[in-house]
Structures are given as structure tokens and as C-alpha cells.
């Protein structure tokens, strides 16, 4: 390797990423953001202090070698940043567009105590893009063929890490995904303005080339059950990674009136279903002229851009909490905002009126103040009396969050789950039931990409150790 | 992967699709469906499963044409593969031997009946099937629920065949006759669910529908399926597709069918301009 001798331009601004202007983008499902050209990059490497102890490794949750990427960006060798990425993180191109970096390795940058912390994520996007674009054929370090089998259930952000993972220590891996595209969350719930689906077919495509075999349309706790993977089908270990696909609702008056969407059913229709083709895709999509997205996070930011860009004219986030609770990135919240999202904070839903159609009409709602912290350290909102209003809308969408998909729980015997439904894994990924590994949001509920990952790569060398060894620890 | 072994109109606008899904076919139970994409831009079609043949590795589906994606679909051939098909989904029908059953099938509701109907005589019910449509040509799979009922009665709108009337009026001449019901089973457009409902709960009769609600994953993902079932929230999609019908909000369940009905209307008058002729030059005019 060139030993270069490094000196960080610490005073050079934060190089901004160009984007979209907000009019046009609010109109089309390009991405926003357009990446970093090489100088951009090369200028902000040099940000980079190159920090003998890296909080920014700590930082992150699959513990990327990040100081090693930006160097060698700064010095040029993109290809060599790429590796660098690869080693720690299986899908850099992702993560460099959907980790919450401000709250990870960005958070904890030395640079951001007195100026602004190095753009980790996008020097990441860069990395992987410029990859990408050069066409290089990736090469894989694969070990010899173990002769196990191992099943990986769902194609999302930790399935697809930990079926890498397993596939480059020699096992036979298969994927099994409920729905006709793999990917999970990333194609079904992540818009293409935030994540063009190219960059996902790439990553899975890159699985197959590593021999990953990926069953699509494969419902496991239907089609087949765990028990039977096992038992029948030859199986030695299998992964659950089957997220959080439950979508909940509020229960208040009116959810079930036409117009009322899950954020999951509104986002997939437009995603995965390409609705926003519609009539040259099937699957339609209602939008009307006015929505409500009811919830805070980057799954309400996503469901309301989303609107806009179907043609609504008016899109409302209602939120129960203060801007300072809102549980979406800044960087979302920014976006939607520049677009024209109307917020409508310390305000939450108490129904949803319809007319005698059955149609949605309106939104009533109450407004809030904060109170005490509750349990989740945030203060609690407390209904104003007498402050109910309410306003017209075409559509609403509920993306208060989702819990686990209860499938594969249900037919699996011997597999304990907690008061939610979530698997009970260790941080490892066993389970009570020998052979079976689970990790990602069906463990911990639904978190981010990135955590998901983390659980998918410690899951796959457990099973490593598992398929070696034959051990299993009691997780209690 | 998914071969279309034989495709044939059996009534006017209903076709009988034959697929090769050998795992399919190994696992479906009957109540269960699966959901078909036609081509690659296609939506997901739930659609129920009338029939199989675990050897051969088939399963026979039932679909009415009633929009685009299924318009589109009867124009496909045998030989040609369909872009997807995922199942068995929903929760199996709870066979068992109670007595006597009383399964009703109305129109295309007939198709998921079969596989339920041949599986309650199977556990030792007497089985008697009531099978009611507008006119006598629109009757489907006559033959096989002859063959998987006990006995078998006919109704039609316009009396020209069997009851004039409804299968209500069939189902309360039985009531009227004396003969102890130990269990209807009501599949068909909502409103016949809902009618049947309102006669068996007056009678005390337990009653089990299966619900055709709009779904898009078919796993519990989206709650597009979701419906009343005594006043809670239920997917049908992974809940059912059977409720208890007693507990079955129906006039929800027949709004939100029509949720798209607006965009329904958008793809036909499309397909229509772009295949002047009907799909396959009228073919099966």
C-alpha cells in the first residue's frame, strides 16, 4: 500500500451533496440525491483527521474500517475504498444512502465537536457508486464447499447479509422470500427516490454469483414450515429474517373506510408494484387530492413523499409529538419539508370520517401538548380538551409502525418468541430451538437497515460455528 | 416454472386454468388460495383453488373475468408460463365429521366450494350442496360437486333450472323440512354470504364464509384484505379467508370491494383500445 503522507484540511466546509431541486423532484421518483462527483469526494476525504482511536468505527454497527475507505478515496484508489467497504459491510451502496449516519458513526466524528463531521455517508454512496459504474467484475473470496445446507428465511437487508455471509464460508445457502422480488423492505417499502432498485437487483444478482440459490413467491410457514426445512428438505440451519411486516393501526373510528392505507400496502403498491405506472403497471393506487400520513418516521416521510409524487396536492404528516420527537432522519424531514409536506405537529388522529360510500372525507384530530417523559424517555403527549378539528382529506395513511409477521412463529414448534411476537434470539442469533437462527426486525422489533445487517453477519458466523461444532448455548 | 397445462371457458367469461405447481398442489388444503401474477407488470389475483392433481403436480384454478388483469389472463394459451404463482396462502378449512352440512356455492364461489365440499363428505358428513346462478348455463363444476356432495340441489334467478329463486329459498325448505343442520358453509359474491347469514342466524345455524377481499402480499404485510369480524379488525389474508359469517361485517366487506373501481374502469377502457378486437381476436367469442 502507498504510504502517502496524510494531512486533513480540517477547515474546508462539509462538501454538500448535490440534489434534485425540490420543485422538480417533488414531481418525479428520481433520486434526490445525485452523489458525490470524484473532487467532491477527494475534498471531503481530506476532511477526515484520520483519528488514531476511530470513534466513528465504534460508531457504526458492522464496524466498517472507516478511516481506511476515506483515505484511500482521498488518495485516489476508489477501488481499493470499495474492498475497504466490502470487508465490514456486504451492501455499502445501500447503506450509504439509508443508515441514519447522523446518529452513528457521524454522530461520534471528532470533526462534528468543532466543525461538522466527515460526510462518512456519502463519501460510502461514492465508494460503492463509482463501483458500480466502472463495471468491475466483484471477486469473491469463497472457502471450499462445507457440504451444509443452510436456509436463509426473507430476502431483506439481513437475510441477503447473512446468506453472503454463509455462502463466502462455503455453505449452500438458500434464500426463501415470501414475495416475487427479493430485497424486502428495500423493494417493497424504501422508495426509488431514496433507493433506486437497481442498486438492489445488483446486490442480489451478486448473491447469485456467489452461488446464493433464491427461491421468490416461497411463503415459509405455508409452503413449508421450518420444522419441515429441517426434516425433509435437508436443511442443517436455518436463518429467520422475516422483518417487521405487520402493519398496525390505530383503532379509532373510520380506519376501515376505503381510502385508509397501512403505510406497508401504500408504499408497496407504489414500490414494489410499480402502481405509480399505473394503468401501464396493474396494480392501481388511489391518492385523491388531499392525504394524511399519520406518524413520524422515515416510513411517514416516505408515504408522504410518496403521495406528492403520485399527484396529491396537499400531503399532511400528522405527528403527536413535537419536530424535536420526530423519529425520522433530519435529513428526511429536510426533504419532505423543502417538497411542500405540510406538518402537523402535537396533533393525533381521534377518526376518520367517511361518506356513505364508504370513502374517507376527513381527518379529526386533537391537538397535544407535552407532558412528562414516559418510558421512552420522551415526553408524553397529552391531549388539549376541546382543541378537535378536523380536515379534509382524500386519503390516509397509517405508518405508526409494524410489529412482527406471526407466519413462520406460528408453525415453528419449539421456537419461543416474547409478549410481541418477536423470536427470542441472543445477540448471536440462537434461538430456543436447535439449528435455528433469527436476527434482524423479527428479533428486535422494527429498527434500521444497518442493525438488521449487523444481525445478519453475527448470525452467519454463529451458524458457521454451529455447522462446525455442533454447539448450541441455552439463551437464557 | 408456472405452465399453463389447459385453459378453457366453462360458462360464459369463467375459465378453468390447469398450472403446473407441483409443491403447490402437495401442499394446498382446501380453504386455502393462492395469489397469481399474469405477467411480469401484473398485479397479484388471489384467486381460490378448485382443484389438483398431486401427481401430475397440478392445480386447477377458477377465475371470472371481471377486470383487465383477468380479461388479460383468459387470453393466455397453454403452453405459456404465468410470471408467478404463490401459495397455498390463508388458513386451511377445519374439516371434521358433525353431521350434516350444508355447503352453498354461487357463481364462481362454487370453485373454492369443491375441495371443502369433498373433504366434509370425506370425514363421513352428509353433505347437501346448493349451487345457485342467474341461469342455468352459468352453473360451473357440476359434475365434481355431484360427485363430492350427498345430495345436490340447484337454484337459478330465472327458474331455468332447479328453485326459481335464491339459495336461500333452497337452504330454508331444508330448515322447513325438519332436518337437523349442523353446519352451512357459504362461499359466493358478498351479498348471497350476507343473505344466507341473515337466514342461518335466525335458526341458530353455525355458519362458516369464505371472504374475496381486495389483497395485494397475501401474508398479513399490507391489511388491504382487512375486514370486521365481530367488531375487531381481521386480514383475511392470514386470519381466514373463513370467519365465522354470523360475525361478518358484509356491507364494509362489499364497499371496500369497490375501492378501485374508479381505476378498474381506467385499465379495461385501455386494454380494450389497445386489443380493438378482444385479446385473442375474439376467440372465444
Known amino acids: ?476 | 416454472m408456472y405452465r399453463i397445462v389447459d385453459i378453457r371457458e366453462i360458462s360464459p367469461k369463467v375459465q378453468r386454468m390447469v398450472v403446473e405447481a407441483p409443491l403447490i398442489a402437495r401442499k394446498h388444503r382446501p380453504g386455502q388460495f393462492v395469489i397469481v401474477i399474469n405477467t411480469e407488470k401484473g398485479e397479484r389475483i388471489p384467486l381460490t383453488v378448485a382443484d389438483k392433481d398431486v401427481d401430475k403436480g397440478h392445480i386447477v384454478l377458477i377465475f371470472q373475468e371481471v377486470g383487465k388483469s383477468t380479461t388479460e389472463m383468459a387470453c393466455r394459451k397453454a403452453g405459456e408460463e404465468l410470471f408467478d404463482v404463490v401459495g397455498p396462502l390463508g388458513k386451511p378449512t377445519h374439516i371434521e365429521k358433525v353431521g350434516t352440512v350444508v355447503c352453498i356455492g354461487g357463481g364462481v364461489g362454487t370453485a373454492p366450494m369443491h375441495p371443502i365440499t369433498r373433504a366434509m363428505k370425506e370425514a363421513g358428513n352428509e353433505v347437501i350442496t346448493i349451487l345457485g346462478a342467474r341461469n342455468k348455463d352459468l352453473f360451473t363444476m357440476e359434475e365434481e360437486m355431484t360427485a363430492a356432495s350427498t345430495e345436490i340441489r340447484f337454484t337459478t334467478d330465472d327458474g331455468s333450472r332447479g328453485r326459481h329463486g335464491f339459495v336461500t329459498d333452497e337452504l330454508q325448505s331444508i330448515i322447513d323440512s325438519g332436518k337437523k343442520i349442523d353446519l352451512v358453509i357459504a362461499i359466493g359474491p358478498a351479498i348471497m354470504m350476507k343473505v344466507v347469514c341473515n337466514l342461518t342466524k335466525k335458526y341458530n345455524l353455525p355458519t362458516v364464509v369464505s371472504l374475496n377481499s381486495i389483497m395485494v402480499d397475501g401474508t398479513g404485510m399490507c391489511g388491504a384484505c382487512r375486514v370486521s369480524i365481530g367488531g375487531e379488525t381481521k386480514f383475511v389474508c392470514v386470519d381466514g379467508p373463513e370467519f365465522d359469517g354470523h360475525l361478518v361485517d358484509f356491507d364494509q366487506l362489499m364497499k371496500r370491494q369497490q375501492m378501485y373501481r374508479t381505476e378498474e374502469g381506467i385499465a379495461m377502457e385501455k386494454y380494450k383500445e389497445e386489443h380493438p378486437g378482444g385479446c385473442c381476436g375474439g376467440h372465444h367469442d
Not at chain 1, 462538501?15 to 434534485?20: D, G, M, V
Not at chain 1, 408497496?268 to 400520513?293: C, Q, W, Y
Open chain 1, 1 to 476: 500500500m502507498t504510504e502517502k503522507k496524510w494531512i486533513p484540511q480540517p477547515k474546508t466546509p462539509r462538501t454538500p451533496i448535490p440534489e434534485q431541486a425540490p420543485e422538480v423532484r417533488a414531481r418525479n421518483f428520481d433520486e434526490v440525491a445525485l452523489g458525490y462527483t470524484p473532487a467532491m469526494a477527494v475534498e471531503e476525504a481530506y476532511r477526515c483527521l484520520q483519528c488514531k482511536n476511530p470513534l466513528c468505527v465504534a460508531g457504526c454497527p458492522v464496524g466498517i474500517n472507516i478511516p481506511k475507505f476515506i483515505r484511500a478515496i482521498g488518495e485516489k484508489r476508489f477501488e481499493d475504498a470499495y474492498m475497504a467497504l466490502k470487508e465490514d459491510n456486504a451492501l455499502p451502496a445501500v447503506c450509504g444512502r439509508v443508515c441514519p449516519q447522523e446518529d452513528q458513526c457521524e454522530a461520534v466524528c471528532i470533526m462534528g465537536k468543532k466543525f461538522k463531521p466527515v460526510a462518512i455517508g456519502r463519501l460510502e454512496r461514492f465508494a460503492a457508486d463509482t463501483f458500480i459504474q466502472s463495471r468491475h467484475e466483484e471477486v469473491f473470496q469463497m472457502e471450499p464447499s462445507t457440504g451444509k445446507k443452510v436456509a436463509v428465511v426473507g430476502a431483506g437487508p439481513s437475510g441477503l447479509t447473512c446468506a453472503g455471509e454463509l455462502a463466502k464460508k462455503g455453505h449452500d445457502v438458500t434464500i426463501f422470500e415470501a414475495l416475487h422480488k427479493a430485497g424486502g423492505v428495500l423493494v417493497y417499502g424504501i422508495p426509488e427516490f431514496r433507493l433506486p432498485k437497481k442498486i438492489v437487483e445488483l446486490e442480489v444478482e451478486n448473491l447469485r454469483k456467489m452461488g446464493v440459490k433464491i427461491h421468490t413467491s416461497y411463503v415459509i410457514g405455508k409452503l413449508f414450515t421450518v420444522d419441515e426445512l429441517m426434516e425433509e428438505e435437508g436443511f442443517d440451519a436455518v436463518y429467520i429474517a422475516t422483518g417487521a411486516g405487520l402493519p398496525y393501526f390505530m383503532k379509532i373510528p373510520g380506519e376501515n373506510l376505503n381510502g385508509v392505507y397501512s403505510a406497508n400496502e401504500f408504499l408497496t403498491r407504489s414500490n414494489l408494484m410499480r402502481a405509480f405506472d399505473f394503468p401501464e403497471a396493474d396494480t392501481p393506487i388511489h391518492v385523491g387530492k388531499r392525504a394524511a400520513v399519520v406518524g413520524g418516521g422515515n416510513v411517514a416521510m416516505d408515504s408522504a413523499r410518496t403521495a406528492l409524487r403520485l399527484g396529491c396536492e396537499e400531503v399532511y404528516i400528522v405527528y403527536r409529538r413535537s419536530e424535536a420527537e420526530l423519529p425520522a432522519r433530519i435529513e428526511e424531514v429536510h426533504h419532505a419539508k423543502e417538497e411542500g409536506i405540510n406538518f402537523q405537529l402535537l396533533t393525533n388522529p381521534i377518526s376518520i370520517k367517511g361518506d356513505d360510500k364508504g370513502w374517507v372525507k376527513a381527518l379529526e384530530c386533537i391537538r397535544m401538548e407535552l407532558g412528562e417523559p414516559d418510558a421512552s424517555g420522551r415526553r408524553r403527549p397529552i391531549p388539549i380538551e376541546g382543541s378537535e378539528f378536523e380536515f379534509p382529506v382524500d386519503i390516509v395513511v397509517m405508518a405508526i409502525g409494524q410489529g412482527p409477521n406471526p407466519l413462520v412463529q406460528e408453525t415453528t414448534k419449539g421456537m419461543d418468541t416474547n409478549r410481541w411476537g418477536n423470536i427470542k434470539a441472543n445477540d448471536d442469533g440462537y434461538t430456543t430451538k436447535k439449528g435455528v437462527f433469527a436476527g434482524g426486525d423479527i428479533v428486535t422489533g422494527a429498527a434500521t437497515v444497518i442493525l438488521a445487517m449487523g444481525a445478519g453477519k453475527k448470525a452467519a458466523a454463529a451458524m458457521d460455528n454451529y455447522l462446525k461444532t455442533g454447539e448450541w448455548p441455552s439463551i437464557d
